[in-house]
Structure formats: structure tokens, C-alpha cells
T-cell receptor, first 116, second 117 residues
Framework: KAGVTQTPRYLIKTRGQQVTLSCSPISGHRSVSWYQQTPGQGLQFLFE???????NKGNFPGRFSGRQFSNSRSEMNVSTLELGDSALYLC???????????????FGSGTQLSVL | AQKVTQAQTEISVVEKEDVTLDCVYE???????LFWYKQPPSGELVFLIR??????QNEISGRYSWNFQKSTSSFNFTITASQVVDSAVYFC??????????????FGEGTQLTVNP
């Protein structure tokens, strides 16, 4: 069974540009979450999608957005990139997305975004 | 607000030594879940264990063991007879058991474990 797949693996952008990252969850998984990992702030929750709806959102500015498609694949978008957006962006999926079950999350290898 | 603290930033041991990674958490919830994840250099977070707040039994899985103590809000992780392949960053994480935040994890800062041959 294939794991969580994130593309691209590496990305270099310049300030002011926008970027779209892609995540394909494990087959059959319906919930997708996104996390940002930086040396200074550590791992921080961005948002979670289930059945094409955003269920939960972390404390990030509106420049960070996402969506989920009917096949559960998800994309996240960052507009007007800033230097501080340089980070490893991790996607995670879980099977049912049922609230409060706290199923374990399966993570992808991430997209390393560098903003110059 | 939830918080997870891993005071040990880096630990270096020699192969076959036992090592304990500390995790202290804060939450106002009575029902919550604790996790440990391993992050090897490849980047993906690998699930190790999940424990709910009502289950204080310690758990052992091979060379790994976990000690959960609600009285001290700690969830420590011990690797027995460490191996070079155990070298990674280890994260402790906490989540609430509420309707709207089911998969939102609050992570600690992580502990970089280096096992030298």
C-alpha cells in the first residue's frame, strides 16, 4: 500500500510569488492535515480537510489556504511568499477523519520550500 | 492552551546504551491523547505510539517502552540497547479529544538522538 505522497519534494521560490503543494493520501484515507516545520517554530498545525471541507485551522495568516478534492487529494497554497515561509511542509492522512477518535496520522516526506 | 515540552534538545549515546527521552505536557482537558513520532533524515514522521489519558499502563514494544504518569504530566520514552538506526529526531505530541480538533497535534520541540557505533 503506497504511503502519503507529496510533490514536489523541493521547491525554490522568490518573495512575492505564490506556490501550490500537493498531497495524495493513503488510498482509502479521507482526512488530510497539513503541518509546517521550521527550526524556530517547530511543527505547527496548518489545517485539516475532510470530505472536501476544512474542519480545523491553525493560527496562520490568510495567505495560507488549502483544498481537498473528491478523491481526497489535497493541495495547499501560499500566496505572496515571505522569507519566513521557508519550511518543510508535511502532509498527513488518516482513515476516517472521525472527530475525537484520534486515529494515528500517517505522514508524507514533505515538501521543502525555500523562499529567496 | 496545550503545550508539550521536550527539554532535551540533543542526546548522544554509544550503541547498546539505554536512553530515555523526556516529555512533559500541559492541558486543561481531562480526555486527551499522547503520541510519539520518529523523524528520520528522510523527513517523514513515523508513528510510534498513541496513549489516551485514561490508560496509564506502561507499554513495551521490543526495545521501546513508554512511561505515562498523569501525576507528573509526563510521557517518557525509553530505548533499550540503542542502535545506530535509532538515530533520528523524536517528537512527543498531544491532541484533544474534542469534536473540532480531532487530528490537531501539538508537538514538542523534538529531541535529536544520535547513536554512535
Amino acid at each position: 500500500k503506497a504511503g502519503v505522497t507529496q510533490t514536489p519534494r523541493y521547491l525554490i521560490k522568490t518573495r512575492g510569488q505564490q506556490v501550490t503543494l500537493s498531497c495524495s493520501p493513503i488510498s482509502g484515507h479521507r482526512s488530510v492535515s497539513w503541518y509546517q516545520q521550521t527550526p524556530g517554530q517547530g511543527l505547527q498545525f496548518l489545517f485539516e480537510y475532510f470530505s472536501e471541507t476544512q474542519r480545523n485551522k491553525g493560527n496562520f495568516p490568510g495567505r495560507f489556504s488549502g483544498r481537498q478534492f473528491s478523491n481526497s487529494r489535497s493541495e495547499m497554497n501560499v500566496s505572496t511568499l515571505e522569507l519566513g515561509d521557508s519550511a518543510l511542509y508535511l502532509c498527513a492522512s488518516r482513515r476516517t477523519g472521525t472527530p475525537a477518535t484520534n486515529e494515528k496520522l500517517f505522514f508524507g516526506s514533505g515538501t521543502q520550500l525555500s523562499v529567496l | 492552551a496545550q503545550k508539550v515540552t521536550q527539554a532535551q534538545t540533543e542526546i548522544s549515546v554509544v550503541e547498546k546504551e539505554d536512553v530515555t527521552l523526556d516529555c512533559v505536557y500541559e492541558t486543561r482537558d481531562t480526555t486527551y491523547y499522547l503520541f510519539w513520532y520518529k523523524q528520520p533524515p528522510s523527513g517523514e514522521l513515523v508513528f510510534l505510539i498513541r496513549r489516551n489519558s485514561f490508560d496509564e499502563q506502561n507499554e513495551i514494544s521490543g526495545r521501546y517502552s513508554w512511561n505515562f504518569q498523569k501525576s507528573t504530566s509526563s510521557f517518557n520514552f525509553t530505548i533499550t540497547a540503542s542502535q545506530v538506526v535509532d538515530s533520528a529526531v523524536y517528537f512527543c505530541a498531544l491532541s484533544e479529544a474534542e469534536e473540532t480538533s480531532g487530528s490537531r497535534l501539538t508537538f514538542g520541540e523534538g529531541t535529536q538522538l544520535t547513536v554512535n557505533p
